[in-house]
């Protein structure tokens, strides 16, 4: 067993690697850096979206920019869509689960704020039609996939397609990169 927890570490370890030496994505997570902070500059708002884990990786993030990550500071308009079960369950029972995040963005959600949505196989039928909304309203898409990016590729204005098919691996290091954003859009915002 010892050696399967090792690699299973390694595995971690060298999916993150990967991301380290990819320039590309590199320089994508300054540029949404940048993003993310210009919209709370200019008053719009931050959202975020997934199943299962990658709904608890959404909630988790949008509670460091709405807690707080390093700073003491206040509170940051950041939200994950899936935390009213009764809006979830209703819209599930009444039209498809695949429109509950749709209808959210087309409700609340405004030009200029921006979206995140985490979908290891970048095929989730919700996370694609919310995609497809926040275009037609204008609010930018920031799409958290495994390798291939699945459909959520084309969808997406910037994409975070982590180097690995394995879901575990995928999740880790979107929630490196999630906090990572969170911490220098902290700094960027509160200099």
């Known amino acids: 067993m010892t050696n399967q927890i090792q690699q299973i570490i390694q595995a971690s370890i060298t999916t993150k690697e990967k991301l380290l030496s990819d320039t590309i994505m590199v320089q994508r997570i300054e ?11 200019q008053g719009n708002r931050l959202y975020f979206c997934g199943n299962g884990g990658s709904a608890a990786d959404a909630q988790h993030l949008a509670a460091e920019f709405s807690g707080r990550f390093y700073k003491n500071r206040r509170a940051l308009p950041a939200e994950a869509l899936h935390c009213n079960t009764s809006y979830l369950t209703a819209v599930a029972n009444d039209y498809s689960y695949d ?3 749709a209808r959210l963005v087309e409700g609340i959600m405004e030009k ?7 979908s290891t196989s970048g ?3 919700n ?15 920031i799409g958290f996939t495994g390798s ?9 204005d910037y994409l975070f397609n ?9 999740q ?20």
């Open 123 to 125: 095929n989730s039928g």
């Open 172 to 191: 880790e290091s979107h929630i490196m990169v999630g906090h990572i954003i969170c911490q220098l859009v902290e700094e960027k915002f509160f200099a």
């Open 162 to 170: 982590i180097p690995s098919d394995d879901t575990p691996r995928i």
């Open 31 to 41: 540029t949404v850096v940048n993003l993310v902070t210009d919209a709370f500059k």
């Open 148 to 156: 291939g990016g699945g459909k959520l590729k084309d969808l997406s």
């Open 112 to 118: 200029g704020d921006v979206l995140l949505g985490f």
């Open 127 to 141: 996370i694609m039609l919310a995609f497809e909304a926040a275009k037609r309203i204008g609010v930018h898409t």
């Open 99 to 101: 429109l509950v995040y």
